[in-house]
């Protein structure tokens, strides 16, 4: 019997990668059979969701011919790269003979290069940035479980309370972030406290409002006594917001409070749809989950929090300065201990080096690189189908579910058990799982193997 420490080196694609069929080709066939339709199905919503937003939900106004185009482009891409990957995967195995370490990355670039391309230019970049959250999200995961890292205790919420205060400085003191960036930074702080046009309705005031008609006549008619009262209480000279500083403090943080009680119990629906004909008591939990709170508590939290300590540093120093600005955002972003997502401080610490680096650029202080979007989208992508293969307990699992969705649950039948010996833990999520071999077509150390092992069950069964 070959060695396990050398086994997984000289295995076939077959036996290492497409277990459940023998040929290279109909493996690939198979892929597509389950990569190509979900991209479609998942791209089909996704591209309707976010056109009837474009048109505030008029049907007839939705460019559908641009619509099909759109979601056969982007669900090409998304089922070629599953499928580009195996591909590489088979012809770079015949190609080297066997394996090494860094094999499934290898194998992710020119697969991840080729489906990127195929994909909306417009797209690319959003595409680039999500996937590099995941990927440094899964290089810290690696680099904590072999102890290059010791993780600081609350790092997430320092990293978010840092990123924070310096996104709304870097918007205070100039044109340094993007068109959008300022926009959203507005709709969730306000625009008084922020230079720039005054931002649309919110969603958040929508909401609030929305709440607010459903409430009892009598509640409602109290309510607005009270926001009037509130509304003449003192405001410091300095402060541009309307009403009074109490006013302006409560009306941030209900506002993004129902909000974000919105968004999660939105959430908490989708998720319970599946099985609302079988447990429809799964709806009445949804909406008064704890959640909802949490994130209620965060985006009511992070708003309100920024807004007294604006009102009250206004007030003790009876001065207005941008650093003021720096301090209540690092303040306000205290607020993630309510809800702590490493999703949303990736995000937003990506978002903010994204402008740091695009101001660079526009400024001739830093080189652009032509097709950085597709660089950088390959790397990320590659990265994380490195640990798909190697440490797939590493990554996300939100997205390691979507992987296996989009390839149809076959992600989760390579056999993992030949590169346990490398001290990944590879088959961490799948420690019982072994294919069943056809040995006609294995090689013959993998059918010694198979004898091995079926020596072994017959002794202990």
């Keep these: 019997m070959v060695a396990p420490s050398k086994l997984w080196l000289d295995a076939t694609c077959y036996e290492l990668g497409h277990t459940w069929n023998p040929s290279c080709w109909k493996a690939q066939l198979d ?26 939900g008029n049907p007839m106004r939705v460019r559908w011919m641009k619509y099909f185009r759109d979601v056969l482009q982007s669900s090409f891409f998304l089922g070629s790269n599953a499928v580009f990957f195996l591909t590489t995967f088979c012809v770079l195995r015949h190609l080297l003979g066997g394996f090494n370490i860094y094999f499934a990355f ?53 990293i978010f309370s840092l990123t924070t205060s310096i996104a709304l400085y870097l918007l205070r003191v100039g044109d340094i972030l993007q068109p959008d960036a300022q926009s959203t930074l507005r709709s969730i702080f306000g625009s008084s406290e922020l230079p720039g046009e005054n931002p649309a309705t919110t969603d958040s005031t929508t909401v609030f409002e929305k709440i607010f008609q459903f409430l009892p006549r009598e509640v409602k008619h109290l309510l607005t006594m009270l926001s009037e009262r509130v509304k003449e209480l003192p405001r ?19 506002s993004k409070f129902s909000l974000g009680y919105a968004i999660q119990t939105a959430l908490n629906l989708f998720r319970t749809m599946p ?20 994130l209620g508590l965060f985006m009511g939290g992070l708003v309100g929090a920024f807004r007294v300590i604006m009102c009250l540093l206004r007030w003790f120093r009876n001065q207005d300065s941008p ?15 309510t809800y702590r997502s490493t999703t949303i401080v990736l995000f937003f610490a990506s978002r903010v080096i994204e402008n740091l680096v695009y ?36 990554i996300r699992p939100a997205y390691w579910q979507f992987l296996l969705r989009v390839t149809g649950n076959y992600f989760s039948q390579l056999n993992r058990k030949l590169v346990d010996v490398l001290g990944t833990n590879a088959s961490n999520l799948y ?23 079926w020596w072994i069950d017959s002794i202990y069964i």
Excluded at 31 to 56: C, E
Excluded at 240 to 251: A, D, F, L, N, R
Aim: hydrophobic letters at 40%.
């Design 275 to 294: 099985r609302i004909t079988r447990r429809p008591s799964a709806v009445a939990r949804s909406l008064v989950d704890r959640e909802n709170v949490y």
């Design 359 to 394: 101001f660079g650029q526009k400024r001739g202080y830093l080189p652009t690189i032509p097709g950085g979007d597709r660089i950088l989208y390959t790397l990320s992508t590659s990265t994380i189908l490195h640990a798909a293969v190697f440490e797939p307990h590493q």
């Design 431 to 453: 420690p019982n799982f072994w294919p069943e071999y056809d040995l006609r077509y294995a090689s013959p150390q993998m059918q010694s193997e198979e004898l091995y092992r």
């Design 323 to 337: 650093v003021h600005i720096a301090i209540a955002g690092f303040l306000a972003g205290l607020s993630n201990f």
């Design 31 to 56: 892929l597509a059979k389950a990569a190509y339709p979900y991209s479609l199905k998942l791209y089909s919503v996704f591209y309707v969701v976010s056109y009837l937003v474009r048109v505030s």
């Design 106 to 158: 290898l194998c992710g670039i020119p697969s991840c290069f080729a489906a990127i391309s195929i994909e909306r230019k417009s797209r690319r970049g959003v595409l680039a940035l999500y996937v590099s959250n995941l990927a440094a999200e899964v290089l810290y995961n690696m680099a904590v479980t072999r102890g290059y890292i010791t993780p600081v205790k609350y790092g997430d919420v320092l």
């Design 236 to 254: 410091h000279h300095l402060c541009k917001h309307e009403g009074s500083c109490i006013h302006y403090v409560s009306e941030g943080f209900l």
